[in-house]
């Protein structure tokens, strides 16, 4: 019981340096947040997978933390924020032409169709986005909406994010009131909101860090989770409802128990060259990170192709557009070539390999 009550709480900390799950209590909903749930720490440590040098786990010296790349610290001397731009370069009127459709997200009453990522964010000169069949996740992603202008990420309890510089533009999604909309739990989040819109709530499912599935249909139909020795079994403990505070209940139950490292032997691995919108980079671990690609472009001559990424941190807050720090003038797009070239991929706030690519099932 005790050593399943430990594994199904690791994915509380996916996203940041563990803290001691033994003094957890399971029966109540867990925050991951540090001491100050309103200090953000994004800015004092950058992961980077350029360095190979070993690193041990911050409160388990003993565990062999190897495959870990060392962060830099960025506590005396966090980087500036570069400026921000409302659209990427590239010529709007030919090569991305306003679109018209508009989505309706249960989140939000209203938004303007300006706003939409499709018509805030343009692609590089000479690069068109990739065809997206119609009512796919690719294309949903593409007409979510950003936040009018560019503000300010903001955490889930209203403070700012310390490091403003990681983002391009801000998804106009809310992040609920809790510290647990974090990174995987975001691309969740965008997978599960998309398959609710299109009516496939029956694929609507994911595994615990335990391994056990957590299914919307065993929710919507009044089932709960219930720890059982080794076991976790969905016991009727509710009316049966579908309504949409019910599912975002659902969801918050997935965020408790899942995390990049289950999210990692979830996913099937794409090969990089594969690459398409909806797609997660995917480093499991505690901490760990993801991050999704939003939308995908490509040149109708050499056929080389750029694409935009989205995350969100810790503590949970906004999700975002990613800056490209490695190609300010590419920015917000990253170049599938050269990830290709070195295998590498360096957003803001942490590093990825060619080799991190995951797609929802």
């Known amino acids: 019981m005790k050593q399943l009550i430990f594994i199904l709480l690791l994915p509380l900390f996916a996203c940041q340096t563990p803290s001691n799950p033994e003094h957890l209590n399971p029966s109540v909903p867990q925050s991951s947040s540090h001491n100050n749930p309103s200090e953000d720490s994004s800015h004092l440590a950058r992961r980077t997978s350029h360095n190979s040098s070993p690193r041990t786990s911050d409160n388990n010296p003993s565990e062999d933390s190897s495959h870990l790349a060392p962060r830099t610290s960025h506590e005396n ?30 989140w939000l009453d209203n938004y303007n169709q300006a ?21 796919s996740f690719a294309e949903w992603l593409r007409h979510l909406p950003l936040k009018a202008g560019n503000p300010d990420v903001l955490l889930y309890n209203g403070a700012k994010k310390g490091y403003q510089g990681a983002h391009h533009a801000v998804i106009n999604m809310d992040v609920g009131k809790s510290d647990l909309q974090q990174c995987a ?12 819109q299109a009516g496939k709530k029956e694929a609507i499912s994911f595994k615990f860090t335990s ?4 299914r919307y249909g065993d ?88 694409f935009l990424l989205a995350q969100s941190y810790m503590p949970a807050q906004e999700m975002h ?14 170049s599938l070539e050269e990830v290709k070239r070195t295998g590498l991929m360096q957003t803001p706030e942490w590093g990825f390999e060619s080799g991190d690519l995951h797609r929802f099932k």
Do not use: C
């Open 77 to 106: 001397n966090p980087p500036p924020a570069p400026p921000r731009r409302g659209v990427s370069s590239g010529d709007s009127s030919t090569d991305n032409p306003p679109t018209q459709k508009k989505y309706t997200f249960p």
């Open 115 to 135: 706003d939409m990522l499709v018509n805030r964010i343009g692609t590089p000169f000479g690069y068109q986005r990739t065809q997206a069949t119609t009512g």
């Open 185 to 196: 739990d975001a691309t969740m989040r965008l997978r599960a909101e998309y398959l609710w």
């Open 211 to 214: 391994g056990h599935p957590a």
């Open 219 to 306: 929710w919507k139909a009044g089932k709960r989770p219930v720890i059982n020795g080794n076991k976790v079994s969905w016991v009727s403990k509710a009316k049966a409802t579908d309504t949409y505070p019910s599912f975002k209940k659902y969801l918050i139950k997935v965020y408790q128990f899942a995390g990049t490292a289950s999210l990692d032997k979830e996913l099937p691995s794409k090969p990089i060259e594969d690459l398409q919108s909806g797609d997660v980079f995917i480093q499991g671990g505690f901490p760990g990170h993801a991050v999704m690609v939003m939308d995908v472009a490509e040149h109708p001559t050499s056929g080389e192709k750029m």
């Open 321 to 334: 557009i990613l800056r490209n720090p490695s190609n300010e003038s590419l920015s917000p797009w990253y």
